[in-house]
C-alpha cells in the first residue's frame, strides 16, 4: 500500500533523500528504495533501526542477484544462437556462385529495410498526453487537464 513520501537515509553513503514511501508485503516495514547517489538497495526511513532492514536487504539482493544471473545466462545463449546461425550462413555461401551472393545480398538489404520500416513510429506531440490501459497516480501529483472538456 502506498503511504506517501517519507525520508529515507543510504546506509552505504549516508545520502538522505525523499522517495515512496511503499508498505512491505504487509507489514510496518516499508520498501527500500534504491539511493540515487550510489546506486545501493540498502537504505531505510529515516527513523526505523536498522537491524529489522537486514534481512529484507539480503532478501532483495539475492533477488537481484538471480535477475543479473538470469539475463547473463539468456544473453549469453542468444549470442551462441546467433553465432551458429552466422557460421551455418558462411557455410552455405561458400557454395554459391558471384551471382547468388549477390542476389543474397540484395534479398537481406530488402529485409533490413523492411525491418526499420516497421520499427520507426511518431513521437507523441509535445502537448499530447496518452495514458494506455489502467493507471493510478499517487496523491499530489500534478496531472495536466485541458480547460475544455
Known sequence: MYRGLTTFECTNCGHTFKSHNIEYKMTVLSVPQRCPQCG????????????TYKSLWEEIEQIEKEREEKRCRAEA??????????????????????????????????????????????????????ILGATWFPPGTPLKMDEEL
Open 77 to 130: 545463449k542468444r549470442e551462441a544462437e546467433e553465432e551458429a546461425q552466422r557460421k551455418k550462413q558462411v557455410k552455405k555461401r561458400k557454395h554459391l556462385s558471384r551471382g547468388q551472393k549477390e542476389k543474397q545480398d540484395k534479398q537481406r538489404e530488402m529485409k533490413a529495410a523492411k525491418r526499420s520500416k516497421r520499427q520507426q513510429f511518431t513521437e507523441p506531440k509535445k502537448e499530447e498526453t496518452i
Open 40 to 51: 545501493s538497495v540498502r537504505t531505510t526511513p529515516i527513523y526505523s533501526e536498522e537491524n
